[in-house]
């Protein structure tokens, strides 16, 4: 139950997160442009690289080590301090490489403002200890403050952006933001107050070692993640230009935040299987995992047909004419979604949580390889379609290859039934509203309003009538809140 509680408030923070881009992209993208755009996401990606090398992989390894620690208050405030303190230390490291990239070769040019914007996200990174909630299973406060904080983003949005000359407030906009989320969650700290001269104790200087080590070997498969999510949209701004760059910046966000809700799932049931793993309790571990299966499968083919269904009408309504060519990244982009659903509950939730890190890494490196070689052979010539064929290359091999090296320790004979109803059902739900729409002569936001609740409405009763296991999970779920609700 607890599991779910976590699931809904993240899911709530992550809706929001849907919603939110519903408000200000429409907007964002007639007031800056593909242009504007365009030079976000690049500046931003060069940025999030030289990032990635400062947090290595201390944010999914300060999760794990807070849920293992978290029983004893003593214990978790050591972790809790050693962690920070040589994080900081790594990202400030990585700041000042930065800064002289900046300095020996963007001085002087015309987009280097842009990059030195992006600084204040060094601010906002070293301050987000999110990781220690979660490792604590606590994202009611993580969501609450952050919602808070995303309504003064929107409101900021529409008060300061208004031309296409506003590149540089927009960005920095995001980047105080950002930083302002951090800072609210060192309010009501749950960790003691640290000795600071113990952070340079012979015994403390030894466990930053280990704690840079052990996240190394987390980081290298992040990295390898990274390559291919931020590295193509620096090989598509490089090669392709701006305008290129924001077509797939804007079709690219429409999957990551329709991710969410598979993102959500990861997110709350790491901790609870490391810390099932930790204390071998098998029984409870298999349990999550044939739940996030089914659960996972529900939902993602639903959003890849549904995604294809509307991607023409929506790209248009949503991003305006100067997107052109966005309905076609976004139908290229489409699989992602089951593709990526498989990889968290392989990848994130099992491998990571059960310690079989040398697996997890070497599927993120196949898949790096693979979207790096296809992005610098496409993207120059394609565009965004390039870049878009890349991420979906790499999304499909990571998944392909955390199933094979899993394949003797999840039995997925188990699954693969209950997911093949999900497929069909959505299949058939897609062909069905492609055939009804056609008699209803509406266009626009009407047409997409359409589209959506007739390919719901088929996609239900068609699960219903295969009994699939989704409905008797929900039934489970949702009897379980009202027993508690009436015990309370």
């Not at 849907?18 to 931003?44: F, K």
Request: net charge positive; proline share 2%.
């Amino acid at each position: 139950m607890r599991i779910f509680k976590n699931y809904l408030y993240n899911l709530t923070f992550q809706i929001f997160q849907i919603i939110l881009p519903l408000i200000t992209t429409p907007y964002i993208s007639r007031v800056l442009g593909p242009r504007g755009i365009g030079i976000n996401a690049y500046t931003n990606s060069v940025v999030s690289m030289f990032m990635l090398f400062g947090t290595l992989g201390f944010n999914i390894y300060g999760q794990q080590l807070i849920a293992t620690s978290r029983d004893s208050h003593k214990k978790l405030s050591e972790t809790f301090w050693s962690i920070f303190f040589i994080r900081s230390l790594t990202i400030l490291v990585s700041l000042i490489i930065y800064l002289v990239v900046i300095f020996l070769f963007f001085r002087g040019q015309k987009y280097a403002i842009f990059l030195i914007a992006q600084i204040l996200s060094y601010g906002s990174t070293i301050l987000d200890i999110s990781w220690l909630y979660m490792g604590m299973e606590n994202f009611r406060k993580i969501v609450i403050r952050n919602i808070l904080v995303k309504v003064l983003l929107v409101m900021s949005i529409f008060i300061f952006v208004k031309n296409h000359d506003d590149t540089l407030i927009y960005i920095n906009l995001l980047n105080l933001i950002s930083l302002l989320s951090a800072i609210t969650l060192w309010i009501g700290l749950p960790v003691s107050r640290p000795k600071i001269h113990t952070f340079f104790s012979k015994k403390k200087l030894s466990l930053y070692k280990t704690h840079i080590l052990k996240s190394v070997a987390l980081f290298l498969p992040s990295l390898a993640i990274q390559l291919y999510l931020v590295g193509n949209k620096v090989i598509l701004g490089a090669f392709a230009g701006y305008k290129q760059s924001g077509i797939f910046e804007n079709a690219n966000k429409i999957i990551t935040v329709s991710l969410t809700a598979i993102a959500s799932i990861g997110t709350v049931t790491l901790p609870r299987l490391t810390n099932a793993f930790s204390k071998k309790n098998k029984q409870d571990f298999n349990k999550v995992i044939k739940n996030s299966f089914t659960f996972l499968n529900a939902f993602s083919f639903p959003m890849m047909f549904g995604l294809i269904l509307i991607s023409s009408p929506f790209s248009l309504m949503f991003f305006g004419n100067s997107f052109a060519g966005a309905g076609l990244i976004l139908c290229v982009l489409s699989p992602i979604f089951v593709f990526n659903s498989w990889s968290t509950i392989t990848g994130y939730q099992f491998l990571l949580s059960t310690g079989q890190i040398k697996k997890y890494t070497f599927s993120t490196v196949v898949s790096s390889t693979v979207s790096f070689v296809i992005c610098l052979l496409l993207a120059p010539k394609f565009g965004a379609l390039g870049a878009a064929i890349a991420l979906l290359a790499a999304e499909g091999t990571i998944s392909i290859v955390q199933i094979i090296v899993t394949f003797d320790q999840i039995h997925y004979k188990n699954f693969v039934f209950d997911g093949a109803k999900y497929f069909v059902a959505s299949l058939l739900s897609w062909l069905l509203t492609n055939f009804v729409v056609e008699f209803v002569h509406v266009r626009g936001i009407y047409l997409i309003a359409c589209q959506a609740i007739l390919f719901i409405l088929f996609y239900v009763i068609l699960v219903c009538f295969f009994k699939s296991d989704i409905i008797q999970l929900a039934m489970k779920i949702i009897l379980s809140f009202f027993k508690k609700r009436s015990e309370n």
